[in-house]
T-cell receptor
Framework: ELKVEQNPLFLSMQEGKNYTIYCNYSTTSDRLYWYRQDPGKSLESLFVLLSNGAVKQEGRLMASLDTKARLSTLHITAAVHDLSATYFCAVAQYSGGGADGLTFGKGTHLIIQP | NAGVTQTPKFQVLKTGQSMTLQCAQDMNHNSMYWYRQDPGMGLRLIYYSASEGTTDKGEVPNGYNVSRLNKREFSLRLESAAPSQTSVYFC??????????FGSGTRLTVV
């Protein structure tokens, strides 16, 4: 059974600081996703990581994947208040018949204070 | 471009009542999914459908049924709602090995 663990689950930080969210998963997978969710909203896709060593960056967010360690990180550089949200990592697992269900971590609730 | 459309957006049910959550996608995706989101739990897969006419159980299927009516539509039915089914429900669709698109969610309260 695939398990996905995120840490920390809650993070309060100041604007301008850097921080990293970690996502560990228990079994081999070929795809890892990062999502952002604002309160009361749906999930917004941030990154799709497909191979070992993959690194993707968008603005102040950078995601990386180490498939050997079964670890992905989401790094926040010089945080700004607008990045306050809940961030989820999710790992794809072949569910049969061509479908790939996602197994989600519990999410990291990020608050960025001025 | 609507993407994934879910209806209704909000619903309050009494224990024992039944209802169907509707989901439709216009992206010609083969696979569709139903997830529930509870505080502190992330999203958990209820049922999925790899293609029209096929459905399979996910992690938390008890108390639910699904129908893949055609390639566009995938509905989730609660036959006898229970307070434990109070949650936010998300429908999603995808291509094999591709990105996932999520609907806006249905916030369900069972009293």
């Amino acid at each position: 059974e695939l398990k996905v663990e995120q840490n920390p689950l809650f993070l309060s930080m100041q604007e301008g600081k850097n921080y990293t969210i970690y996502c560990n998963y228990s079994t081999t997978s070929d795809r890892l996703y990062w999502y952002r969710q604002d309160p009361g909203k749906s999930l917004e896709s941030l990154f799709v990581l497909l191979s070992n060593g993959a690194v993707k960056q968008e603005g102040r967010l950078m995601a990386s994947l180490d498939t050997k360690a079964r670890l992905s990180t989401l790094h926040i550089t010089a945080a700004v208040h607008d990045l306050s949200a809940t961030y989820f990592c999710a790992v794809a697992q072949y569910s049969g018949g061509g479908a790939d269900g996602l197994t989600f971590g519990k999410g990291t609730h990020l608050i960025i204070q001025p | 471009n609507a993407g994934v459309t879910q209806t209704p957006k909000f619903q309050v049910l009494k224990t024992g009542q039944s209802m169907t959550l509707q989901c439709a996608q216009d992206m010609n995706h083969n696979s569709m999914y139903w997830y529930r989101q509870d505080p502190g739990m992330g999203l958990r897969l209820i049922y999925y459908s790899a293609s029209e006419g096929t459905t399979d159980k996910g992690e938390v299927p008890n108390g639910y049924n699904v129908s893949r009516l055609n390639k566009r539509e995938f509905s989730l039915r609660l036959e006898s709602a229970a307070p434990s089914q109070t949650s936010v429900y998300f429908c999603a669709s995808s291509f094999r090995a591709g990105g996932y698109t999520f609907g806006s969610g249905t916030r369900l309260t069972v009293v």
